[in-house]
């Protein structure tokens, strides 16, 4: 190729030309006197940096790199040099320099030496500095959302594939080769590798979607199993999206997800669901049918009783409720065992449903005591022959397992509408007429008079003898102590409520807590329990004994819709009180009306620091409603389930399931009614760690718990458990 001609002169740029296209162009032009270290810029030099020219004079070297970024200094020296030696032809680099305001701009310098001296050191050099600081941004930007990217993809396990349909080119990202454990330098993507893969099952799947979507332009999304290059079996969901050119499919993209961890808890999901499923059959027909006899229990006589009231309002028939108690029945359980005791009620139980009309209802009340309903009675007096003949059949009972017995029954029975009570006090009317009929000689019935049955008034002047005694302070708190038998050590008490009756001693709840159970009473004496409780709480912190207290809650005082703000009120007169001292416990045989209300309650009341437990888990008709929609965090197996759990299989399956279940529903399981060690040892092996019950320690009075508690720590017959672990 020859030289170049000469550029005309007439097409020449002027001086003033060369300056108008170098500032159009936004170029900085310096020009270094590198013996006399004089530096000579343009003005757009001194702007990139925010300055003017003449804020900079006089310019030199040294003017320049007093502007650099210390860790740009040594780079740009060394090309400097570099390109003094002869090594580069040009100098080039980036470097930043701080600017007027600050923060520091991007720079592209180059440069060139034009001059030496006779010893051909360099004398001159020329150059340009361009603003490059938009590009760096747009660099660093790309960077940073391909890393992003990148670390979102192996964050979700989600890889990204495109397939060539023309050229058969297979391109995976970073995490799909992850998922399959290899690298782009060990394996060579192809289809028809990635599909060798797969289990057969799967394999049939992607070949025949593969095959849909490169012939007819059919996505898919698939969930199928395949094993990794290093042979680890994995479950992955992929999907495919076909590009249409000229109605043909020419290009499959696509992700692939690693979703082995949700395939995972999926399985274990359905086995969890199916365990479930089995424990919830146990507690359901433990919920509404007696364990022993077969027959209903309390929760499903309040529904047959319910039932019975809706259909007689429109029917205007009449019902009767029967309360019958067994005559000599403990004595006959005293005298031939337990065993002979069980066998003789489900005896007594076959015996009376065979008297009884279909659409009757026979349920056991508990311990020897059965209630009837007798439905839809013309008149009143047509449930006589009835209860009768029942009477009749107990009293005729003479041998039972080859064992002479004398046995005779007494009933009480209130007629509906005639007594327009609800259900609940329909069963009490029974009940006190049953007494009636023990006082008037047994084996036999009473009918309750609304009008004169001296009950009602008994129950009026009980109500007042308990208004009174509140008034009176006889009302105390006795402790029992919880405990965790791994460790053997103390995890709280629970405070359970006593009236020191003026002649008949201590009373437990259970002589006077049902008769105010509707009755505002009740929530006055339930806020009484709590300040008594925390001030407990301060008393024994004084003498250093820090330990969390439950009380219980009953459903009237737990719905009033003032419940909080009243609780609020009681701990700001309590100072001391800190979070987690106080537990509230809500029988689960208990009927709250409105559980999404009552969970707004606990929530609030977990701000307030206080934490909740579902007491006599196991007895109520609601159990998986409670565990499912009330933030607890404890359950409490009924004491009946443990007692009998050494020697019933069926109690100890129930006790097992309950355990499982609480560990579905993420909550603390306590077992109440520990009477023996032996009974702390199954449950250890049940996996339940915390108790309470009589084999610990019976419920004490308050001035009795510091020296418990120093005897326990010292020594106890306990300890042997948390030794053996």
Not at 263 to 286: C, D, F, G
Not at 325 to 351: M, P, R, T
Request: with cysteine; charged share 25%; glycine share 6%.
């Amino acid at each position: 190729m020859g030289k170049l001609d000469a550029v005309p002169e007439s097409e020449k740029l002027s001086p003033e030309q060369m300056v108008l296209v170098i500032n159009a162009a936004g170029i900085a032009i310096w020009d270094w006197g590198i013996e006399s270290k004089e530096l000579i810029c343009n003005e757009r030099w001194a702007q990139i940096i925010g300055y003017s020219l003449s804020e900079l004079q006089p310019l030199t070297f040294k003017t320049w790199s007093n502007f650099l970024h210390l860790d740009d200094i040594e780079k740009a020296m060394i090309l400097l040099q570099e390109h003094w030696r002869g090594e580069a032809e040009v100098y080039e680099t980036e470097f930043r320099m701080k600017h007027k305001l600050g923060h520091y701009v991007w720079i592209l310098a180059t440069g060139k030496i034009i001059e030496y001296d006779q010893n051909l050191s360099p004398q001159r050099m020329i150059g340009t500095h361009i603003d490059i600081t938009q590009r760096k941004r747009d660099e660093q930007e790309s960077f940073t959302t391909s890393r992003l990217l990148d670390q979102s993809q192996k964050i979700a396990k989600v890889g990204g594939w495109e397939l060539d349909i023309i050229s058969g080119n297979l391109f995976w990202t970073a995490e799909t080769y992850r998922i399959h454990e290899t690298t782009p330098k060990e394996f060579n993507p192809s289809v028809d590798a990635g599909v060798s893969y797969f289990l057969p099952d799967s394999k049939d799947k992607i070949e025949n979607a593969l095959a849909a979507a490169m012939t007819q332009g059919k996505s898919y999304d698939l969930e199928l199993e395949t094993y990794t290059t290093k042979g680890r079996l994995i479950d992955i969901r992929t999907t495919g999206v076909v590009t249409m050119e000229n109605n043909k499919p020419v290009k499959l993209t696509g992700i692939f997800q690693d979703i082995s961890e949700q395939k995972a808890n999926q399985r274990r999901l359905e086995k969890s669901n199916h365990k479930l499923a089995q424990v919830n059959e146990v507690l359901k027909k433990n919920a509404y049918y007696d364990a022993l006899t077969g027959l209903p229990n309390r929760n499903l006589l309040a529904n047959r009783m319910q039932h019975s009231i809706s259909i007689n309002k429109r029917q205007h028939s009449h019902i009767a409720i029967a309360f019958m108690d067994l005559d000599g029945f403990k004595e006959i359980n005293d005298l031939h065992g337990h065993s002979f005791g069980d066998d003789l009620l489900c005896f007594i139980a076959q015996k009376i449903k065979l008297l009884m009309r279909e659409g009757d209802t026979l349920a056991r009340f508990g311990g020897d005591e059965f209630v009837m309903i007798l439905d839809g009675l013309n008149s009143p007096e047509d449930c006589l022959s009835i209860l009768q003949r029942t009477l009749d059949s107990v009293s005729n009972i003479q041998f039972i397992n080859n064992k002479s017995i004398k046995l005779s029954a007494s009933i009480g029975v209130t007629i509906y509408p005639r007594d327009n009570s609800n259900s609940d006090q329909l069963i009490r009317h029974a009940d006190q007429a049953m007494y009636i009929a023990k006082q008037s000689g047994k084996n036999c019935f009473h009918v309750f008079d609304v009008a004169k049955d001296v009950a009602v008034t008994n129950q009026y002047e009980e109500l007042e003898n308990i208004r009174c005694a509140f008034k009176n302070n006889e009302f105390v708190l006795y402790y029992q102590p919880k405990i965790n038998i791994r460790t053997n050590k103390i995890v709280g008490l629970e405070a359970l409520i006593r009236w020191v009756h003026p002649q008949n001693g201590v009373l437990l709840p259970a002589a006077f807590l049902p008769l105010i159970e509707q009755n505002t009473l009740l929530i006055e004496l339930g806020e009484w329990v709590i300040k008594a409780a925390l001030n407990q709480l301060g008393s024994w912190s004084e003498l250093g004994i820090v330990m969390p207290i439950s009380v219980n809650i009953s459903p009237l005082q737990l719905q009033q819709t003032d419940f909080v703000d009243r609780l609020t009120l009681i701990f700001k007169n309590h100072p001391h009180f800190k979070a987690g001292q106080i537990e509230f416990e809500i029988l689960e045989t208990s009927a709250l009306d409105d559980i999404k209300m009552v969970k707004a309650v606990i929530e609030k009341c977990h701000e307030l620091g206080i934490i909740f437990s579902i007491d006599d888990f196991g007895t109520g008709y609601s159990s998986l409603t409670y565990l499912k929609k009330l933030p607890t965090e404890y359950l409490k197996i009924d004491r009946s389930f443990i007692r009998d759990m050494l020697t019933d299989q069926d109690d100890s399956a129930i006790v097992l399931g309950i355990i499982q279940l609480a560990k579905t529903f993420e909550k603390t399981v306590i077992a109440e009614g520990v009477e023996t060690i032996a009974h702390g040892e199954k449950l250890l092996t049940l996996g339940c760690h915390l108790a309470q019950g009589f084999g610990i320690s019976k419920p004490m009075p308050a001035k009795e718990v510091p020296e418990w508690i120093s005897n326990w720590t010292r020594n106890n017959e306990w300890q042997i458990l948390s030794d053996t672990e």
